[in-house]
């Protein structure tokens, strides 16, 4: 019987080490097939080299990235800036949906500080809901699949939405074991340390990741280092109660009461 799958889709190359990598190492231990998308290739994300020599550079990191995690690397599909929602795009990640066969995606938050972010999101909802639809032809062609998918979006980045409000989870997963590793994940993204410290002002990548996953341990008061994640609306996608992140990652994840029973109360 083959191993279910977990697929990572974020939009550049250390979107997935800084906010997700945590949660594919267990999922690994925990018996799951991973695979690693970017959208974007980080044609952008220098302030140094040209568009073909950072393409390069990224896609090289990106690479060690997903051995590191243990994870398929699957290519990006356009230059950074250039993730919009449009009529391509959408068939052609489903076509690697449609041969991967996910249980579990893992994706950026609906609404994060970059648009990048927010379109790889929709882009990769859109594609999970697409993955059944016969008529939908995709790039390159893939036969439509009935299985069903379980969508997750990670916190985004800083933790706060772009209205500055805090994003609280509603699943945290301990990631106390695995953040060497992680750690370690991140650190093949060599290109960036110099090129977020200048257009953002960090001090040090890995510093900053390991601060974040130890503020989302914080907000568990649990666990010493965690990566929170919401679970997406099931229509569409699979049974309302299927939580396959939680059943397979066991006592290393929680769900949080307080995020479930807001769920069902009136705004104010």
Known sequence: MSKPVAFAVAAHPDDIEFMMGGTLLLLEKAGY???????????????????????????????????????????PLVDDLDIYYDRELPGRLCAVIR??????????????????????????????????????????????IADPVTLYHALPY???????????????????????????????????????????GMDSYLITMEEMSREVGNMSSVFEYAEGWRRHLHLGYCAPEDDPLRDALGDKAIVSKAYEDALEKEAP
């Open 33 to 75: 097939d991973l695979h690693y998308m970017n959208i974007a290739n980080g044609s952008m994300g220098t302030a140094i080299y040209s568009r073909e020599e950072i393409i390069a550079m990224r896609t090289g990191e990106a690479r060690r990235a997903a051995q590191t995690l243990g994870a398929t690397f699957h290519e």
């Open 99 to 144: 041969e991967i066969k996910p249980r579990i995606m893992l994706l950026q938050p609906p609404t994060d500080y970059m648009e990048d972010h927010t379109n790889a999101c929709r882009l990769a909802v859109s594609a999970a809901f697409f993955r059944g639809m016969r008529n939908l032809i995709t790039d390159p062609p893939q036969p439509p």
């Open 158 to 200: 800083g933790l706060h939405d772009p209205l500055r409000r805090r994003v609280w989870p509603g699943l945290y997963v301990d990631i106390s074991t695995v953040i060497d590793k992680k750690r370690e994940a991140l650190a093949c993204h060599t290109s960036q340390k110099e090129w977020l410290d200048v257009s953002q």
